[in-house]
């Protein structure tokens, strides 16, 4: 059964003080692997697929990086709008394409003014 | 910006009764997905969707769950009779290639 566990579970910053989220992820072949957005009530928004290792991504302050095990989502220089949710989900090679996301709980990020 | 629409925001119901959520995909997406969330827990998959039929559903995915397209437009997940752990947001996503994207949600409370 895949798995996907992401830590810490709540992260506090400073405004400027950069981190990494970690997701790691068991799956039996891995097709992709996303990352998302969710603010309180609202539906998870898009970020980043990953489909190898040693691939990356960058959006404005975000950067998603893959290995064979876990994804890191770093924030150079966090704002207080970058305070959210931040979801990792896999989806299986073998379940063919566009088969369902096994999402982690999400990383509840704070950045503090 | 082209977006997967969802209604009504919030419903409650009572235990019993049959709930019709609504979802609008994107246009010219091909898949369509049914996501639960409960309070404070992960995102869950539901049922997946394509050519009119179901492709994938998980073990929550009971008799008591239905999906339809009606036309053209609408993508609709039916739970017939409700009971107090359907308790959720619902959440519908459509997909063109590989990336998913996610309506706003519905939130379902069963008294």
């Known amino acids: 059964e895949d798995q996907v566990t992401q830590s810490p579970e709540a992260l506090r910053l400073q405004e400027g003080e950069s981190s990494s989220l970690n997701c790691s992820y068991t799956?039996?072949?891995?097709?992709?692997l996303f990352w998302y957005r969710q603010d309180p009530g609202k539906g998870p928004e898009f970020l980043f697929t990953l489909y190898s290792a040693g691939e990356e991504k960058e959006k404005e302050r975000l950067k998603a990086t893959l290995t064979k095990k876990e994804s890191f989502l770093h924030i150079t220089a966090p704002k207080p709008e970058d305070s959210a949710t931040y979801l990792c989900a896999v989806q299986a090679l073998s379940a063919g394409a566009n088969s369902k996301l096994t999402f982690g709980k999400g990383i509840t990020l704070s950045v503090r003014p | 910006e082209p977006e997967v629409t969802q209604t009504p925001s919030h419903q409650v119901t009572q235990m019993g009764q049959e709930v019709i959520l609504r979802c609008v995909p994107i246009s010219n997406h091909l898949y369509f997905y049914w996501y639960r969330q409960i309070l404070g827990q992960k995102v869950e998959f539901l049922v997946s969707?394509?050519?009119?039929?179901?492709?994938?559903k998980s073990e929550i995915f009971d008799d008591q769950f239905s999906v339809e397209r009606p036309d053209g437009s609408n993508f609709t997940l039916k739970i017939r009779s409700t009971k107090l752990e359907d308790s959720a947001m619902y959440f519908c996503a459509s997909c063109r290639e590989t990336e998913a994207f996610f309506g706003q949600g519905t939130r379902l409370t069963v008294v």
């Open positions: 969707f394509y050519n009119n039929e179901i492709s994938e």
């Open positions: 799956v039996s072949g891995l097709r992709g």
